[in-house]
């Protein structure tokens, strides 16, 4: 009975640990093909917006502060479709990581023997990836590759192509603001032209320019005939109470009645009822007059809101900052030969352990 427990533990110990780390050692030593990491980082930078990180506060010296979101466009661009069809058809990188390149697990298509561009598409979000920096947006990309020089061309190509997206965000973002600030101006234009010549149908229409300025001078002759006026009607009071009888009276009687005449028309060419008075002009002259002026301000506003959107176009919005360019991989970095036997081995010693005990507390419990 203990030779079989022995012979059962060596089998246990056969099977869970040593076959394995055999298996291991001649895959990982022999088989499994080197490969080649580059990595690059950049942050994408915008004048607009601000910061409170230290990184952040960095960049804000310069003018210039870090935009996250936009990082997130670009995160999702390079690892989108778009980017992997792009760099198949500049570097036909679909080639470059199948037969015969690479070992059988580690190449596309590898086991399913899937070699549509779809699968391909989940083989290219395992070799290339971007890690964003929540705290200072600075983005890490790394390629994996079969070749260093393979590794540093897809990254290069990469930063280039986010690059491009950047370009085309930036001039997008241009022209709307250009053609939002040039139909505004466009419609002021309308506006204070339709205003000018409203004004100036009013003017042929009344016969008048500006009522305020041209009562000014009926205002001064009715102030100087009003002195008249009293003047006479002084004279008149004075000769009436020192001669009664004098002969003069009747002739400063019609001289006063024939001012008060006077006033009374230029009074009511200035004050009268209806619009054929200067004031009953007035009010819609002045309508109009404020109309044209505030038509004339709003033009004003959105010529100058043009110019400084023509101004803020010729800045660039976005800027992608490479930090680190793409490196070129001297060394393979994985997979990690010697780690992972020794991973195999405890693994299987640990499993090798618990199947055991299992085993052997299931025969105490039978004895």
Not at 182 to 193: F, G, Y
Not at 302 to 323: G, T
Not at 324 to 339: G, I, K
Request: glycine share 4%; no cysteine; net charge neutral.
């Amino acid at each position: 009975m203990s030779a079989l427990a022995n012979m059962l533990k060596n089998r246990l110990f056969l099977l869970t640990t040593v076959l394995p780390t055999l298996l291991a050692i001649i895959y990982y030593g022999f088989i499994a093909a080197d490969i080649y990491i580059s990595e690059s980082r950049f942050v994408v930078r915008s004048p607009e917006k601000q910061t409170t990180s230290p990184l952040g506060l960095l960049l804000k010296g310069t003018g210039i502060s870090r935009a996250q979101d936009d990082a997130f466009v670009v995160q999702d661009f390079i690892l989108s479709h778009d980017a992997m069809t792009a760099l198949d058809k500049e570097l036909n990188i679909k080639a470059s990581y199948s037969k015969p390149h690479g070992d059988f697990f580690s190449r596309f298509p590898g086991l399913d023997w899937d070699d549509s561009l779809e699968n391909f598409y989940r083989y290219y979000q395992k070799v290339v990836g971007l890690q964003l920096d929540a705290t200072s947006s600075i983005a890490t990309l790394s390629v994996r590759a079969f070749s260093a020089e393979q590794a540093q061309k897809i990254n290069q190509r990469l930063l280039e192509h986010a690059e491009k997206l950047i370009n085309r965000l930036n001039k997008r973002a241009q022209e709307d603001m250009i053609r939002f600030a040039e139909s505004e101006v466009a419609k002021a234009e309308v506006k204070a032209k339709q205003a000018a010549l409203a004004l100036a149908d009013y003017r042929n229409r009344k016969n008048v320019i500006n009522p305020e300025q041209q009562a000014a001078i009926p205002l001064q002759q009715i102030a100087k005939l009003q002195d008249e006026l009293i003047a006479t009607q002084a004279q008149i009071a004075q000769l009436e109470r020192l001669t009664p009888n004098n002969p003069q009276l009747p002739v400063l009687r019609q001289r006063a009645r024939m001012l008060e005449d006077e006033i009374g028309k230029f009074s009511a060419g200035v004050a009268g009822a209806g619009d054929k008075s200067l004031a009953g002009k007035a009010a819609e002259f002045q309508r109009l007059a404020l109309e044209k002026e505030f038509a004339d301000k709003m033009l004003a506003s959105a010529m100058s809101s043009l110019e400084l959107a023509r101004n803020e176009a010729q800045r660039q919005q976005l800027y992608l900052e490479r930090i680190s360019a793409p490196s070129l991989p001297d060394a393979a970095m994985e997979p990690r030969r010697l780690r992972v036997v020794l991973a195999v081995f405890v693994l299987g010693l640990v499993v090798w352990g618990v199947l055991t005990m299992l085993i052997a507390g299931i025969r105490e419990h039978v004895d």
